[in-house]
Nanobody, 121 residues
């Protein structure tokens, strides 16, 4: 089992920045690819970003490319999502996920509880 706990969400004005963190515990977390997803009210959950187990490869949804950066610190069992140039459309609950290779993008094995991000105009 892998436990994931997100933090860092909050209220920010459009154009601002936030950094989300995901603290992982349980099985050897460094063996898992990690991802961030988001779900806006009334919408389906969507993929945001993913990073390979060694941090060497990253993937982004087109909607966040150039604005968001995913990174990980395996020594701290933590994954980050740096979000810059935030827009009201980025408002959502953000979820951390862990999975086996890049299957984390389509079928994560583990989910966190989520953290709310609200961007005001």
């Amino acid at each position: 089992q892998v436990q994931l706990v997100e933090s860092g969400g909050g209220l920010v004005q459009a154009g601002g920045s936030l950094r989300l963190s995901c603290a992982a515990s349980g099985r050897t977390v460094s063996r898992y690819a990690m991802g961030w997803f988001r779900q806006a009210a009334g919408e389906e959950r969507e993929f945001v970003a993913a990073i390979s187990d060694d941090g060497g490869s990253t993937y982004y949804a087109d909607s966040v490319k150039g604005r968001f950066t995913i990174s990980r610190d395996n020594a701290k069992n933590t994954v980050y999502l740096q979000m810059n140039s935030l827009k009201p459309g980025d408002t959502a609950v953000y979820y951390c996920a862990a999975g086996f290779g890049m299957m984390v993008i389509t079928t994560p094995a583990y989910w966190g509880q989520g953290t709310q991000v609200t961007v005001s105009s």
